[in-house]
């Protein structure tokens, strides 16, 4: 499916909050991306500020990134319906917060996570958001809730 698959009557749908089904989800984060980055951003690619010392650093992190990136991939995974939150990544990988949710974050943007709009509690009882593997669905736990619950 893509996204001129998509007809009006249904994107009017998903506007109103009608729940996208996940082959709907890559469609509308690949063109969320398209739009956000029209100039190809590639896939490994990081952030920086344009400056040459930023360029730098994140080139030399790149390599760095990717394998952060592969061992969340593998965590979702293995979590199936569960998902995981920054913080669950940060405790189980040994991963800082920033690296985490940068990495989350990313994978998100290129599709190969889905950012839920439902929370759980972290370690210190704040609520996090719920990422998933596009082929999960999220199964009923009694910690997980809607993000309106908040």
């Excluded at 994107?11 to 509308?28: F, H, K, M, N, Y």
């Excluded at 991939?73 to 913080?87: F, K, N, P």
């Amino acid at each position: 499916m893509t996204m001129t698959q998509l007809d009006h009557a249904r994107l009017t749908q998903l506007a109103a909050g009608s729940p996208a089904t996940p082959d709907e989800v890559r469609i509308l984060a690949g063109e969320v991306r398209r739009i956000r980055y029209p100039e190809q951003r590639r896939e490994h690619d990081l952030a920086h500020n344009g400056t040459d010392t930023s360029r730098a650093a994140a080139t030399s992190l790149r390599r760095h990134a990717v394998r952060q990136r592969e061992r969340i991939l593998e965590l979702v995974r293995s979590m199936a319906g569960r998902g995981v939150t920054a913080d669950e990544v940060e405790r189980i990988l040994e991963l800082s917060h920033q690296t985490a949710s940068a990495r989350l974050h990313d994978l998100a943007n290129d599709g190969q996570l889905v950012r839920t709009d439902f929370t759980r509690p972290t370690r210190s009882g704040r609520r996090a958001r719920i990422y998933l593997h596009p082929d999960n669905v999220l199964l009923d736990h009694p910690d997980n809730r809607p993000l309106s619950d908040r």
